[in-house]
């Protein structure tokens, strides 16, 4: 085939460097700039605030679209119809396509009222100008990345995410520093404007990968086993009938970010802060907390994207059991990414700060308890993806919408009270409610009790050697007069060392599971080798 197939764990291994990857290279370029004095707390407000904005236009235009695709073109692979899933992929890239040029228009021309009306910051409008045509090219490279997805190529989707980055951070610093001498607000345009320009060039990348196949992706078509000529009224019916469910979810969650974009400043204002002084408050979230809770994020975003296709086709071979194995295997993965996360993180957030923010480092309090939203986000992005690959594609977006509800209330109340503390702890709400409703509803759906222990007590007893060793090694390299950077990163690694160890060692992840893992026949030699030993 053209487009190469990977197995579901090659598929997600491949996604999860890509990831890292791409997260490495984001961290270079917001740590770059949140240490330009110039730019800073209150620069990272403007380009934070507008991105949100960005963020939630392109839920409404584009963010269902990867996860229809490639559920509509497993669904059709799978009973050997590829005529069919092309012909999705091309009535999808029409539609899309006139509906981001339509919602970029929107943007660019509603910038001014936005910023000025809607988020009380005039500043931002600049950076909402900026990033607008982005979607435009979002609208398209989301289509094409959800056909290869679909076609369980994950290769091609995650070459284009890592260039994307890769020119997205190398212009962002390169605007920033040509614009130093402007306005925070003018910066921040200036680094979202990268952004535009990489999306552009990951859609040029897609294309050039489509295009060097087509001959024989054709061919492979035309010997697709059987196909059925469906009307493009019908796919059009068929495409918006599963994009608007899935948008819904990543619509509100955007909303949530929305939500804090109106509340926070407002808030913050009311309790008798200056604009600047509330732009520095929230600039601490957005640009310094947030980045730090994404890469879990970021680490398990690939089960997210893997499940959605190969859920999908196991339910149109009529296998529930396989699809049950993959949900079951992937949350207890995604609670051995989460928990240490989260814990590490919240620890040890003030030496993080110093170390990756020395200009910039003030807010680390809030790190402390944001952290924690990390553990039901992270299980909540599976939870999601599962929920899709069955088809149930309401009950995400309304466990969302009501954990949504709750932030919102919380912020609106006791934000004007209490400060910025109180975005942080809504968050962290926000995140409880919607996992634990998903959660309970996922398996009621595939009428099974979740294994807890095996799913959640295992990964926890892992994460409380972690903490105690993290406890003990920080305090103790301090306690000998090492320096903070250096005694934060030694702890970060040690600690990292005794997890994996506890978890492979003391059967917190069983052979089995291992097997499952990318090279787990090889770890499994090894740790049979160390027991013996």
Known sequence: MALRKQTFIKGILIIMISQVLIKVLGFIYRIVLTNFKQFADVGNSYYGSGYTVYTFILAIATMGIPNTISKLVSEKIAVGDKRGAHRIFRTALYLFTTIGIIFALLLFFGAPYIATNILSNPGVK??????SPAIIFVAMSAVLRGYFVGMQNMMEYSKAQVLEQVVNSILSITFVVMLLSSTPEIMAAGSTLATTVATATAFIYLVGYYNKNKRELWKDISESEKFAIMPRKNIVKKLISYVIPISFGSVVVAL??????????????????????????????????????????????AFSVALVPFISAAIARNDKTEAVNKINFSLKISALIALPCAAGLSILAEPIFKLIFPNASAGAYLLQIQAWAVVFSVLAQTIYGSLHGLGKLYIPGTCLAIGVTVKYLINVIFIPIYGEIVASISTVAFQIVAASLAFILLFKYLRQKPKMYNMFIKPIFATVVMIITIILIYNALIYINIASSISTIATIVLSMLVYVCVVLLFGVLNKSEIMQLPYGNKICQVIDKIKNI
């Not at 600049?126 to 990033?131: P, S």
């Not at 970010?257 to 600039?283: C, H, P, R």
């Open 256 to 301: 949530s970010g929305i939500i804090d974009v109106m509340t926070v400043i407002d808030g913050l204002q009311k309790k008798g802060y200056s604009l600047a002084l509330a732009n520095e408050k929230f600039g601490i979230i957005l640009g310094k907390v947030d980045i730090l809770n994404s890469v879990p994020l970021s680490l398990n975003v």
């Open 126 to 131: 600049y950076t909402l100008m900026a990033l």
